[in-house]
Structures are given as C-alpha cells and as structure tokens.
C-alpha cells in the first residue's frame, strides 16, 4: 500500500492552464505539506496542513491554491500557469514532529510549455 | 531563506569506501533530520537527531550534530552501489509551528562505482 500516493506522475500542459495536482495519504497523519522542488533540487515548503487548517503559506503567488477537504487529503490547484511553475511538487505527511520525520509522495513532475 | 546548506555539492567514491557528508544551519533547531532521494524518486527519512544529542546510528548511518557550531555529518560505511542518490540534511528550526515545519538544504549528489 502506498503511503503517500499523488496523482498525476507526470503534468505536460501549456502556459495559461489551470491544473491540479492531487495527495492522499494512508498513515492517519495529521498535517500535510506541499514542497516544490527546482531543477538544481532546492526543496522549498509551499504550504502546510494541520487537520484541515492551514498552518504554514509561505511566500506562493496566490495563484497557488492548496484546498485539504480531510485531515488524509490535500491537493493543489494551480491558475494561470507559468513556464517558471515548471518543476516537481512533493507532497508529504507526518504526524506532529515524529521521530519518523516526513513521509513524502513519489512526486508530480510539471513541465508547462 | 535556506537553513541548510550541505557539503560537498557532489562525491564520488568507490563501493565498500565511506562517504561523509556534512550540513551547516542557521537558527538554533528543535532536531535534524537527513532524506535520501533516489533519482526520480520522493525523499525517504533516514535518521532524525534531537538538538539534545549528540551522535546517533543507525545500521551503516552515523550521525554527528555539533549545536556550537550548528553543525551535523552523516557518515555512511562501507557504501554500496545502491547508496548512489542525493542525501538532504534538514533542520526543524526552533520557533516553527508545533507540527514541525523542515527546511532543507540543497543536498549531496553520492556516486558509488561498483
């Protein structure tokens, strides 16, 4: 079973699009993150989430739109897409500060064009 | 800003050597933790040092922290060909929210040649 599942893999879709990126995690975990990370793999937190409540928006053009409907779910929707959006999103979980850190999806790759 | 910053940027070594890799942060932290990322792939936790300790292990991984001087090493002995990935160190900085906001250096690029 996997723990932190996001959907889709792969995101090939044109400047001015508006996409989602989807996260769903199975370890009951209560706060969920979203990372980008760039093509010299500098990881940088986006937003995070504390059983549905958003806890950490860092500085993200609100173009960005995280929406969490469960304390398991938390997607990301993203407007008017930019060719500097290219990158890959993680998604993560943990519980609290866990001494078993941050479990993270295998990641959604955005190449916008 | 950037916590961590981690060095070197890239090491090649050759299996059944050991691979150092050192993280110098900021702030003062809560604890710091190191990711592997295998190419294409998410980042998987390794090991997590609490501020209040000072060495940790954990099979082949050694951890050193040093808080003087805001630093830590990950040592991996006797390397394979399967540890060849990127390792990230990153710092739960004092002061951050209760549910542990990481910050993340630009990690180590490891070879290990068969």
């Known amino acids: 079973d996997t723990a932190v599942s996001q959907t889709p893999k792969y995101l090939v879709t044109q400047m001015g699009n508006d996409k989602s990126i989807k996260c769903e995690q199975n370890l009951g975990h209560d706060t969920m993150y979203w990372y980008k990370q760039d093509s010299k793999k500098f990881l940088k937190i986006m937003f995070s989430y504390n059983n549905k409540e958003l806890i950490i928006n860092e500085t993200v053009p609100n173009r960005f739109s995280p929406k969490s409907p469960d304390k398991a779910h938390l997607n990301l929707h993203i407007n008017s897409l930019e060719l500097g959006d290219s990158a890959v999103y993680f998604c993560?979980?943990?519980?609290?500060?866990?001494?078993?850190?941050?479990?993270f999806g295998s990641g959604t790759r955005l190449t916008v064009v | 800003s950037q916590q961590g910053e981690e060095d070197p940027q890239a090491l090649s070594i050759q299996e059944g050597e050991n691979a150092t890799m050192n993280c110098s942060y900021k702030?003062?932290?809560?604890?710091l933790q190191w990711y592997r990322q295998n190419s294409g792939r998410g980042l998987v936790h390794l090991i997590l040092?609490?501020?209040?300790?000072r060495e940790k292990h954990s099979g082949r991984l050694r951890v050193t922290l040093d808080t003087s001087k805001k630093s830590s090493s990950l040592l991996i002995t006797a390397s394979r060909a399967a540890d060849t990935a990127s390792y990230f160190c990153a710092t739960d900085a004092m002061g951050s929210s209760n549910t542990g906001k990481l910050i993340f250096g630009q990690g180590t690029t490891l070879q290990v040649k068969p």
């Open positions: 040092i609490r501020s209040n300790e």
């Open positions: 993560a979980s943990s519980q609290g500060r866990s001494t078993y850190g941050y479990t």
């Open positions: 702030t003062s932290i809560n604890n």
